[in-house]
């Protein structure tokens, strides 16, 4: 339901305009000395009103810890950190539940839970509650440092410009998308900065890369990393594609050129191409674990639409109101960097590679 | 680890070159009158040797229930179905401990299992193991009906030749490609015959649709319903990459063209378009639910390949031997059916809408 | 960990001395409108300092919504309460690390989780935890409410007091222990005040009765009632064993005598006597539920004890400071009840007997 | 469901007289090499018709290894291990669903699982479904084997007939009633002797002892030792308490004398007494882990019982025929041991104290 992992696991709560948002990790060892500027620092890449290309909305999301921290070190204990929302005007959204906007979950959540949702900002149904992911995965990159390893995402593609495909260094916080490549950095801006003067939005890509993962963890059959790693990532709203490695390349290569061929290079067994994005048999190998993750444009646009008055079961049109990311993409980069540090620090816990004690 | 599901949960088990593979299933309701042809023929529409387009090997896979049954009839209690496998030549594959084969998954099942691991024809991480795969989605196939919804898949591409979009009536079983746009089926079928006469392999794609589907199931955050059907396609070995609705290609579009728009058809409320794939906010519309599936061409191929010699540390080559699927998709069809159909039922039977005693 | 539970799924958070103690509660439909006063009634009978029985500490333990409430009504989502703890002095808590008090979890803790753990107040170990139980508790006794079932916990024994057996009037609320049987409570309460004036502490049972349960509830072999109910009990810090119906009194029984025979009356299928406790074969019969909970006596007590400085591994002995109860019993009813009620609520949505949206 | 355990999961499969009884085990390392005979060994204390006070039917419960298992070495994959069952005559069950045996599950099932159930020889309901049990529980001493844990299991009482409390040296198989002490035991035999030939049956308990268990393994709050020992427990059919120490007898103790005082013997922390079971906290202390069960008389009895009709709904009486235990308390030991295996690999898989591949 709103829980996520098996020795990693992190327990979602809040909603967009109710009192809080934030998350319980279970599950994290002892004796982890919690960096909390550095959770702060992924929550600020999150924030709304950060730059021109998402909403200027300014949300302060200053993160509050309640519980499992005991002179700043992990406990072992559920560690409940949250979010205080401000006050918000949440009228606009109260007539969604009876004429739904397109793209958003309004008519499926009226399905579900009938009247009785919280509507107020889409409630559990917001973007506002990767706020708690970002916590989340911030408290795992940290146990993963400790392993070596080290989560970079960056925003790949913004309507159909992509970035070229950069080598080890990666630099994502030099330009408002977060694009390591300055030239389609500056183009990613101009389509967005084209849909938001239309009143639209567009769609675009965020790819993950783990330099230096532990190899051997994940699981053949059900709990492949692929498959935990996209179950994670598709918590993500707008998240409608999840692709390892090459991904739907695939369909178009022959196995000799698809086949990721085995030789040594100081020592160590490493692959000449790195087509399977790290993952054999649903296990890590040891090469940098990568993943793409499609996001479809921000359903909220300035712009006539059709819906239905589900009261009088008549057609009618609605023109969603509001300041809203015209790309959601370059926030999305901290919350995809989470949603995959959670999955892997989950597995290598799983596979015994973080004691359950730290720093003994 | 080996189980998927909550409410129809199913648990793998069985090697390739063992003496069984099969599935226990666990939560079916009470009173489903299996029909046991209905299993055996998706049975036989994932068997090896069925069709010049895969794998010339035969192996008459029977289903044969050991609980769970009584009378034909199910009980409550868990069902376990398994196929006995045939005496089998393990010799080739006992080397491929120490000289991985690129593209498998021997060099991470090496890293995970040591040499423990059951090495014969591929052990756990072997595509037959997703005959019980078929089996499960067989029984949840069936409790499905019993609600309404149609589960179809087809080959949507292979290589670079694609289907044309179908309308509502799709048939497969047409051609051994199992594609409804006949004229591209007889291209694939040219595209993977060239590739097996060079002894090379093809990748592909796989569509699956839910016509009919039941509206409301799934939930926000992280049991979406996009996330549980990408989780268990993740499952079947060689799939890298899974899509919703237009997936990929939401990332050049615009949200204007974007969103689906709500109408009123034959007093339901539908969209007109289905970009979406059926899934918003993690729970389904009751538009039919669409996912695309990529696979990697089947690593095995005929053709010298470098690998490395793990117990002397030096760089060798390796040649695969023996009959193989010089693409794996068609036969893959029936197991995408099955890992959608799982987890439907998964989430039907959460959301209450079959009991937990049939026909009563 | 510290979650509990499948379709009524609890995680306790929280630390005794820390900011707070609380409670997520997830899956609890949406619709229901929660009675605070009633939850705030079952955390004043749970709280320190409200009689002469208990210790003298006083603390208001006010509950406090953070999430999953809109206008007073569930909304699917998550509920968050907690209850903020006051400012405490945990000094004399900080040297129990290293010469652990006899009886507490001070030693097995420190193997556990080293040095790392939260020692103030007992932190994780601490009977303080139990508000959050208590808050599961009321919220899923106000679902149970809905399809007409009723618990309620009483004193059964102190020392070697017993209450009488009582008839369906069960008032346990008419004096400070918590005992139906007037007589009994009085004896009890002087064998209570006799244990304090001497610096020890007295050990008990408590009796705990659903009236009306829904029957059919359950499963044979893991999932039993049993099974599920005394994982749960056993969370409530102290207790040490947990029987159904006649429970330890079976092993002296005639099957002749212990079988629990049919017989009709108004109409209904009972039993002529009801030793089972209401449950066979892990499944409720529709029968009183009825279990017993056995309490050791509070570890802490003025009297001088062995133990070992850990450091120095020398014994040493420790007279432990403080008010403490004298005899926890009369305060654990509510928690014993809460814990009913958790199982109960979590097995009866299980069963589909409350719907996911109430009131519709 | 039919799933117990986090890392040592066990999925118990089969009915009573269908054509498997048996489990598969998910979670076991690779590199265990699997000694059958014991496992076997372990089988053969539990089936009937072994001695005088048990049933004298007799099956030759043979284990039968499917999958899992390499060169008779475990391999990492879920071991399936069953049981064929003998043919046998069930006519004599199917009226039990409409006039239900007093103090069995017949009711209960009915109302749960309607008409659809196995009624053949109890089905799911069965004692005998804990051969799966007992299997289970042989792969799990093997591997507490591997860090030093002994589980013994022994009669405790019967009827009013109790043992002495025994020392270290445990001897069970001495007598047919597994009792350590002889002089009850002979007592033991001429009560359950004395029950048969009255066409009555009796209870009894049966006390668990783990002897140099690993320390520090279970959880505060939900996954503590107790509550998973003690859920693990009640799915033994008959169980209907289970207490950890001194049990209910801590209810008449002082904390003076309750609490178990440290001291050093042999430059180890140990306790004075063990009235706690070793477990505090929900945590392994190191001392013996003791817990005892008690078990209902049998509920076959060849006496005239109240049953009721519930086609017509009438009152009518029942006189269940065939051969039963009279006493199931001593082919209950092994799956006592087995219960407590199983639970103590859980915990020790998730506390890191096993490797997840053996003998590297």
Known sequence: MNTLGTSYRITSIGESHGKVVGVVIDGCPAGLELDMEKLQADLDRRRPGQSSVSTTRNEADKAEVLTGLYQGVTTGAPITIIIRNRDRDSSKYLEARWTPRPGHADYTAGIRYGEKQDPRGGGRFSGRNTAGFVIAGAVAKQLLDSIGANIIAYTYQIGSVMAKDVDQVIVTE?????????????????????????????GGKVKVVVLTPPSGIGHPIFDTLEGDIAKALYAIPAVKAVEFGVGVGYAEMRGSEANDQYIIRDGKVVTVTNNSG??????????????????????????????VDLQRMEETTIKVEGRHDPCIVPRAVPVVEAMMAV??????????????????
Chains 1, 2, 3, 4 share one sequence.
């Open 343 to 360: 999955v892997l620090a989950d597995h290598a816990l799983r596979a015994g590679l973080i004691p359950q004690v730290l720093g003994e």
């Open 278 to 307: 790290g993952i054999l048999g649903g296990i890590s190998s040891g090469m940098p674990i990568e993943a793409t993750v499609t996001f479809k444009p921000t359903p909220s646009i300035g712009m006539e639409q059709k819906t």
């Open 174 to 202: 030099s330009n408002i998308v977060r694009c390591p490549d300055e030239s389609a950095a500056q183009e990613m801006i101009r389509v967005i900065d084209e849909a938001r003067s239309e009143g639209d939005s567009v």
